[in-house]
């Protein structure tokens, strides 16, 4: 207990191994969900699901591990949401890409990010780009990944023409997400701990009751080899300059998902809120997601960021990166579930992206739409990423007519190098298209 507590500084900051053990366990149930959504979305790029799946539980535990030993702060990552949807949706089956050099932006991505949290770079990206243009990515994002949630489960169809429309709701398939959907959103609103992962149990029961889904053959087995993705990132087949628009996209996403998050998470427990440069907590904290992003990328994995349920555990009384061992820990133990994880359905699974984009969307109130410049950069931002199944489009747009528009209406002071810079490398993606 005398070294824990020296080391975490326990009793500085008024918990103790119980609070954090629990802490760690909340943050825990209520991200569980991300090995059978993440898994699922990442195997719809080509990837052996298996090996996801272990993957993904091997990472979350070593970077949630690497946050609470290095930062010591309360906070767990894994596979972004959002981003994982970019690397499958956008990137390998927008753009083309194999899931390999997919692996080789996400890589370079994290060592541009690495090299930017152990500098005053981060600290001039922050500052050079509008806040409310911020809110606009994750609004889009959830847009993003709410389309995909209802096209991949059939409520959204695609008719000859390229319209959406309804699709058969009669499928009992169909009916089973759109149960998961609302039981989710109702879950959340009672502030239920876990409620994805126990919309995503109980739509699974569902399915192998009915006789719609294999029930489990077993509940324990060994974990499966990931020597099929590990290491198989293709660097040399993304040098290229119409890729520099994605990469950037990669990094910036990744950079301003993961200090969203942690505002969310410190304005709690009073951390994280002065992102001068001075907030050494902070600093560790990002520089442990550059460094889990550079190594999820080896281990065949698209980009790793700090997740917001880490609030979850603040909430429970978590204060210290004691609760991030804690929860390491227990997704560690799901390394040998994989029988479980493998019978979820994919219709038990899709509702979680219609719940977390719903989430992530609601970031639009913070916009300021008084603001010309800010709403029409907004709107192009928002409206875009589900329509082109691309961030780097949305991203791309916003930057564009945000400048645009700004000189339009003459207010030059807000244009900086920094947006400049952004500007010029947005115009790259629709002079240089395929």
């Given at each position: 207990m005398g070294?824990?507590?020296?080391?975490?500084?326990?009793t500085?900051?008024r918990?103790?191994?119980?609070?954090?053990?629990?802490?760690g366990f909340t943050?825990?149930l209520?991200?569980?969900?991300?090995?059978?959504?993440?898994?699922?979305?990442?195997?719809?790029?080509?990837?052996p699901?298996?090996e996801?799946?272990?993957?993904i539980?091997?990472?979350?535990?070593?970077?949630?591990?690497?946050?609470?030993?290095?930062?010591n702060?309360?906070v767990?990552?894994?596979?972004?949401m959002?981003?994982?949807?970019y690397?499958t949706y956008g990137l390998?089956?927008?753009?083309?890409l194999?899931w390999?050099?997919?692996?080789?932006?996400?890589?370079?991505?994290?060592?541009?990010?690495?090299?930017i949290s152990f500098?005053?770079?981060?600290?001039?990206?922050?500052?050079?780009i509008?806040?409310?243009?911020?809110?606009?990515?994750?609004?889009?994002?959830?847009?993003f990944?709410?389309?995909?949630?209802?096209?991949?489960?059939?409520?959204?169809?695609?008719?000859p023409s390229?319209?959406?429309?309804?699709g058969?709701?009669?499928?009992?398939?169909?009916?089973?997400g759109?149960?998961?959907?609302?039981l989710?959103?109702?879950?959340?609103?009672l502030k239920?701990q876990?409620?994805?992962?126990?919309?995503?149990?109980?739509c699974?029961?569902?399915?192998?009751?009915?006789?719609l889904?294999s029930?489990?053959?077993?509940?324990?087995s060994?974990?499966?080899?990931?020597?099929?993705?590990?290491?198989?990132f293709?660097?040399a087949g993304i040098?290229?300059i119409a890729?520099?628009?994605?990469?950037?996209?990669?990094?910036?996403?990744?950079?301003?998902d993961s200090?969203?998050?942690?505002a969310?998470?410190?304005?709690?427990?009073?951390?994280?809120?002065?992102?001068?440069?001075k907030d050494?907590?902070?600093?560790?904290?990002?520089?442990?997601d550059?460094?889990?992003t550079?190594?999820?990328?080896m281990?065949g994995?698209?980009?790793?960021?700090?997740f917001?349920?880490?609030?979850?555990g603040?909430a429970?009384?978590?204060?210290?990166?004691?609760?991030?061992?804690?929860?390491?820990?227990f997704?560690?133990l799901?390394l040998?579930?994989?029988p479980?994880?493998?019978a979820i359905p994919?219709?038990a699974?899709?509702?979680?992206l219609?719940?977390?984009?719903?989430l992530?969307f609601s970031?639009?109130?913070?916009?300021?739409?008084e603001?010309?410049?800010?709403?029409?950069a907004?709107?192009f931002t928002?409206?875009?990423?589900?329509?082109?199944?691309?961030?780097?489009t949305?991203?791309?747009s916003?930057?564009?007519?945000?400048?645009l528009m700004?000189?339009?209406?003459?207010?030059w002071?807000?244009?900086n190098?920094?947006?400049?810079?952004?500007?010029?490398?947005?115009l790259i993606p629709?002079?240089?298209?395929?």
């Amino acid at each position: 207990m005398g070294f824990l507590d020296k080391y975490f500084q326990l009793t500085q900051n008024r918990t103790n191994i119980k609070t954090e053990a629990l802490a760690g366990f909340t943050i825990f149930l209520t991200m569980l969900y991300i090995i059978p959504v993440g898994s699922q979305i990442l195997s719809e790029a080509g990837m052996p699901k298996n090996e996801l799946i272990t993957a993904i539980s091997l990472v979350t535990a070593l970077a949630t591990l690497l946050t609470g030993i290095w930062a010591n702060t309360p906070v767990a990552m894994s596979v972004g949401m959002g981003l994982n949807a970019y690397f499958t949706y956008g990137l390998v089956q927008g753009m083309g890409l194999s899931w390999q050099q997919a692996l080789g932006a996400v890589f370079l991505s994290g060592i541009i990010f690495l090299i930017i949290s152990f500098t005053k770079l981060r600290v001039w990206i922050i500052q050079s780009i509008p806040k409310d243009l911020r809110f606009a990515l994750c609004a889009g994002l959830g847009a993003f990944i709410a389309t995909i949630g209802f096209k991949s489960l059939g409520f959204i169809t695609i008719t000859p023409s390229g319209l959406m429309t309804l699709g058969t709701l009669s499928s009992p398939q169909i009916l089973i997400g759109i149960f998961g959907v609302l039981l989710m959103l109702l879950l959340h609103n009672l502030k239920v701990q876990g409620a994805f992962i126990i919309g995503i149990l109980i739509c699974s029961l569902i399915a192998w009751v009915s006789g719609l889904a294999s029930m489990p053959s077993k509940i324990i087995s060994t974990p499966s080899s990931i020597s099929g993705i590990a290491m198989q990132f293709d660097l040399a087949g993304i040098f290229s300059i119409a890729l520099i628009p994605a990469i950037i996209a990669l990094l910036i996403t990744d950079l301003f998902d993961s200090l969203g998050t942690l505002a969310g998470v410190g304005a709690k427990a009073k951390m994280f809120q002065d992102t001068s440069g001075k907030d050494k907590k902070l600093e560790k904290t990002l520089q442990v997601d550059a460094a889990a992003t550079t190594a999820g990328a080896m281990f065949g994995l698209s980009t790793t960021t700090a997740f917001l349920e880490s609030s979850a555990g603040v909430a429970s009384g978590g204060r210290t990166g004691l609760t991030a061992i804690f929860c390491a820990f227990f997704f560690a133990l799901t390394l040998f579930f994989l029988p479980i994880f493998n019978a979820i359905p994919d219709y038990a699974i899709y509702p979680t992206l219609i719940v977390v984009g719903a989430l992530m969307f609601s970031e639009i109130r913070h916009i300021d739409f008084e603001d010309f410049p800010i709403a029409s950069a907004s709107f192009f931002t928002i409206i875009l990423m589900p329509l082109s199944s691309s961030i780097t489009t949305g991203l791309a747009s916003g930057f564009i007519v945000y400048v645009l528009m700004c000189g339009f209406k003459k207010q030059w002071h807000r244009i900086n190098l920094g947006i400049i810079i952004l500007f010029l490398i947005s115009l790259i993606p629709f002079l240089f298209q395929n």
